[in-house]
């Protein structure tokens, strides 16, 4: 703001001159810092574009064409989908898929968080065991399973009951890959909602204490509210997930038994490897991609029109003015704690922790028991045949690990066409370390560019990587298939990872943006300080990189 100064003259007069005491802004600072900001970003513009945007225009181009020439056919492929009897089934099996595989692992991750997140004994050793599924990898963890049910080695058999195949009875077959996939994804649920109910205040629950809330109406009126926006996400996050999900149904059932699983993630994919028919492939991923924005759409306009209604209809919350009455009496009491060199001081309800340890206990058990099941079979030494399986090895040994790490086709050379197994699995460390670092590095500065860069073109990438996480990730395959192998990447490693960084880039690019618009940005005005860094011990290079 101008600033009024007091000068005199040479005939002694004194006159007030106005100065702009604004800070002048220096250009070479702001065009070198919009450099660097490009330099962070374009990494990631790069590997987007190429392994995710052009895909997704490649595939939309595809679907106009035929397979065999390549010619312009125009909606010929999606009027072939829309003609076709089975295209309705299909369709229904998708939103089964995608459905279904939301509700019970949202039940069953609520039920997990809100055990896990009571103070018992114990908790951080449970928390652990129960997500040890979540980093089981699909076909390692669904191959366990079709282990589990054989009828003739599996779990029934051990029990002695004769269920035959639920994999291959229609009746049934989907009730076992929804239970399947609740096992295998419950666990995303348990960590997003562990944070929100971390983020919930203690000042809720005291007020409903204090007007005599039971545990249930706690949850009904305090929990439930105060994770209704991280449930959406979560559950949004997961549908489109589940919507084009692949692993589970080809691994297990490849689609039978006669048809009743077929989606359309793994109807493109037999339309395009084994048909070879990659326009009308390419058709079904742009349907299914539109079919899932659609419903998107819908839902949110439906959630929209319910909130607004339940919000009208809900009478005046005396809840929320006694909380903001009982969390502002808690900010003098902390802080004349803290006046007088005490530690602040908590007060938490004492409810019984003997159903949150059950549930602990339980959710454990569903994690683990059928890990537990096949380590128990492989330290079984009883040799095959018609002796009826147990649970509990007869004759505990570990003949069986050391027959596979003395087995040729673990470390041999010889067969050309099959590489050995310890050869596989060290591919299978370097692609993910690969990946990680990759994807890491990328998004890491993609992410605080995004953060720190205040443009239109910024803007414009944002959209770009929100509109990119509502895509398939089955739209990519075929295009990158042809893109790898035009540019010889097929069959290599590299080609691997780049196609496995292709779909967590977006969404770790993402999540680093948040996290940067977390942290303070430094003052325009006055230059950055760095004490409280250096009163870390850090020097005054590596102080300054966190605190900008």
């Not at 002694?12 to 490009?38: F, H, K, Q």
């Not at 065991?129 to 058999?157: C, E, H, K, Q, Y």
């Not at 971390?198 to 009126?221: C, K, N, S």
């Not at 690019?509 to 850090?538: E, H, N, Q, W």
Request: aromatic content about 10%; hydrophobic content about 50%.
């Amino acid at each position: 703001m101008p600033v009024v100064a007091t000068t005199s003259t040479d005939a002694g007069r004194v006159r007030d001159v106005r100065v702009d005491a604004r800070p002048v802004p220096r250009r070479g600072g702001s065009t070198r810092r919009t450099g660097v900001y490009l330099l962070l970003i374009v990494p990631a513009v790069v590997l987007i574009g190429a392994l995710v945007v052009y895909p997704i225009v490649r595939s939309i181009l595809t679907s106009f064409q035929a397979a065999d020439t390549g010619r312009y056919v125009g909606l010929e492929n999606y009027r072939r989908f829309f003609t076709d009897p089975n295209s309705a089934s299909i369709v229904a099996h998708t939103f089964v898929r995608g459905i279904g595989g939301v509700v019970p692992s949202y039940l069953l991750g609520m039920f997990a968080a809100l055990s896990l997140h009571q103070r018992i004994r114990g908790r951080t050793a449970l928390r652990v065991l129960a997500l040890v599924p979540f980093v089981i990898s699909a076909p390692v963890g669904l191959n366990m399973w079709r282990l589990l049910l054989d009828p003739a080695t599996g779990v029934p058999a051990a029990l002695g009951w004769n269920l035959g195949d639920p994999l291959a009875d229609p009746k049934t077959v989907w009730v076992v890959l929804l239970l399947i996939n609740t096992w295998a994804s419950f666990q995303f649920y348990t960590i997003v909602l562990l944070a929100g109910l971390a983020r919930i205040p203690d000042e809720l629950y005291e007020v409903a204490a204090t007007d005599g809330a039971t545990r249930w109406q706690r949850f009904r009126f305090v929990t439930l509210p105060g994770l209704g926006a991280v449930s959406v996400l979560a559950c949004t996050v997961h549908f489109m997930g589940s919507f084009q999900e692949f692993n589970l149904i080809y691994i297990l059932t490849g689609g039978g038994p006669a048809g009743v699983t077929r989606t359309l993630a793994t109807y493109s994919y037999e339309q395009a490897f084994s048909n070879y028919d990659t326009g009308y492939a390419t058709a079904l991923t742009t349907i299914s991609m539109l079919i899932m924005l659609l419903f998107l759409a819908v839902a949110y306009v439906v959630g929209r029109v319910l909130l607004a209604a339940a919000r009208a209809a809900r009478p005046a919350d005396r809840m929320t003015l006694l909380a903001r009455t009982t969390y502002q009496r808690r900010q003098r009491r902390d802080a004349a704690d803290r006046a007088a060199g005490r530690m602040p001081r908590r007060s938490h309800l004492r409810d019984s922790l003997v159903l949150p340890y059950i549930g602990a206990v339980v959710v454990v058990l569903i994690a683990l028991a059928p890990i537990l099941f096949m380590v128990s079979r492989s330290l079984d030494g009883t040799p095959g045949g018609l002796e009826t399986v147990s649970i509990i090895p007869r004759q505990w040994t570990l003949s069986n690990y050391g027959t596979v790490l003395s087995s040729p086709d673990l470390w041999s050379k010889d067969n050309l066409l099959t590489p050995p197994l310890a050869f596989n699995f060290l591919n299978s460390i370097l692609v993910t370390a690969a990946t990680t670092l990759l994807v890491l590095l990328v998004s890491m500065v993609a992410g605080y560019a995004l953060s720190r860069w205040q443009s239109a073109w910024t803007r414009l990438l944002l959209v770009v990587l929100l509109v990119v996480q509502l895509v398939p990730a089955i739209v990519l395959v075929f295009p990158l298939y042809d893109f790898f192998a035009q540019i010889g990447l097929l069959g290599t490693l590299t080609g691997l990872v780049l196609a496995l960084s292709a779909t967590f880039l977006p969404l770790s690019t993402l999540l680093f943006k948040v996290f940067f618009d977390g942290i303070p940005r430094r003052s325009r005005s006055r230059p950055p300080s760095t004490a409280p860094a250096r009163c870390g011990s850090c020097s005054r290079s590596s102080a300054r990189w966190p605190v900008r």
